[in-house]
């Protein structure tokens, strides 16, 4: 391993670029530990730490737009509202025939849809900005020292551009890193603010091995329990990285032609690759998003509500109904999460996988899958494999879904040391850490070099 990595710096092109990512990364990690100035901190602790709704709800939203919402950064939006922009055109591509005959027209036709996601990025910043500075007003979160009077408009106006501005600097070094780096530059920002979490996770594991006197077997944290949270953590991440790789290879033949005096295709048989986790880690950030939000609503209706109008709900109901949507604690939590990621992974596959288009493409092309005929048959047949593969992919994200709500019920450690064995943010950092190590395989392969992955056989 250290000889491939010798000989990846030894490359010039490849080390611009290992080094380029790494510098436009830690310019992102600077800016994503700059508060925002008109924001109280310590306040803010304080009602995070009492209103466990809101801050689970702000964690999700953390780990899926790469930014510290806890903590009201300069890149406090992050990347989410690029995120959502970009799936509303995606979703929109199968309705609007417009966008959908850009996404068949190949890179050019990406590249306008990026341009239109570009700009719709932009009003969605303002609205969730502003959002966010009424949320802060109204819990009374703001530095009295700045702003005695409350948040006035030109201090609204003033932090909302810099959120904006925060948000398209970062798809801004996201496209750098595209362009001249190596990588998925919004999905490698994503990584490094998943990853960031990681110290305050082993520190948590540190000290809980101090307070139960020590690394010893049967302890709270001993040796034992250490070991078997290790052994997870690799099994979860081989079976992760298995899932992401695997596929589902349909043989495929080309038809017979002339050219002259000579015959091409027919002879060599080659294959259509599925994969079979198709939908990738959207369906869990989905569900996840989609379910706390009734707790959140629960919580905010007990601290809101008048008392009269409280009075005419039974207490013990709203308590039993808030248990019932607190994430890890329920069993009807855990269905309905599994029954979200099982929906959510047809539909999303539904919209990205048209096996119609596909077989389209085939009969075009003159290659056909043998047994079926060119067409409908074949749509049918790519469809009804599809549905089963998609069973197999949704099965694996529920599992690693849950498998963090596990851990920390069985185990008794904290969430944020059971989402390392499982979950959204593990199954993003797999994938992209996969995507990345692709990507320079493939320089080095281009240069007649050994990848890092040997895939002989």
Request: net charge positive.
């Amino acid at each position: 391993m250290l000889q491939k990595i010798r000989t990846i710096f030894s490359i010039p092109e490849l080390r611009q670029k290992i080094l380029l990512t790494l510098a436009l990364l830690a310019i992102y990690r600077i800016g994503w530990a700059i508060p925002l100035p008109i924001v109280d901190s310590s306040k803010l602790d304080i009602m995070l730490s009492s209103n466990q709704g809101i801050g689970k709800l702000i964690d999700q939203m953390s780990m899926f737009s790469g930014s510290q919402l806890k903590q009201i950064t300069i890149f406090g939006l992050g990347i989410m509202p690029y995120i959502s922009a970009s799936i509303i055109f995606q979703l929109l591509g199968t309705v609007i025939p417009k966008l959908a005959e850009l996404q068949k027209e190949g890179e050019s036709g990406r590249r306008k849809i990026n341009e239109y996601t570009r700009y719709a990025t932009i009003p969605i910043c303002l609205i969730q900005s502003w959002a966010m500075l009424g949320m802060l007003q109204s819990r009374e979160l703001l530095n009295q020292n700045l702003a005695p009077d409350g948040l006035t408009l030109d201090w609204k106006i003033a932090m909302v551009l810099v959120m904006t501005t925060g948000t398209a600097f970062l798809m801004w070094l996201g496209e750098q890193i595209d362009e001249y780096g190596i990588g998925n530059g919004i999905s490698l920002l994503i990584m490094a603010g998943i990853l960031a979490s990681m110290p305050q996770a082993v520190g948590e594991i540190f000290n809980s091995v101090i307070s139960s006197g020590g690394l010893q077997l049967g302890g709270d944290m001993g040796v034992d329990r250490i070991l078997l949270l290790a052994a997870m953590f690799v099994g979860v991440v081989v079976g992760v990285v298995f899932i992401t790789k695997g596929q589902r290879r349909i043989p495929t033949q080309s038809a017979k032609h002339f050219r002259g005096n000579r015959m091409y295709g027919g002879g060599n048989r080659q294959y259509l690759p599925l994969k079979i986790n198709q939908a990738g880690v959207m369906p869990i950030i989905f569900a996840s998003s989609l379910l706390l939000f009734p707790n959140v609503f629960f919580v905010y209706l007990a601290g809101y509500l008048p008392g009269t109008l409280w009075g005419l709900l039974d207490f013990n109901l709203w308590l039993s109904l808030q248990h019932m949507f607190e994430r890890g604690q329920s069993y009807i939590y855990l269905m309905l999460y599994v029954g979200l990621i099982y929906f959510f992974c047809y539909f999303w596959t539904a919209i990205t996988f048209n096996p119609k288009d596909m077989s389209e493409n085939l009969k075009n092309h003159g290659t056909f899958i043998p047994g079926y005929r060119p067409g409908r048959r074949t749509a049918d047949f790519l469809e009804k494999v599809m549905i089963h593969i998609t069973y197999v992919g949704a099965s694996f994200l529920a599992i690693i879904a849950i498998i963090p709500n596990v851990v920390s019920e069985t185990m008794g450690v904290s969430f944020a040391v059971s989402s390392f064995f499982g979950g959204t943010g593990l199954l993003i950092a797999v994938s992209v850490a996969i995507d990345l190590i692709d990507k320079i395989d493939s320089h080095l392969v281009m240069r007649n070099y050994k990848g890092l992955i040997d895939k002989r056989g």
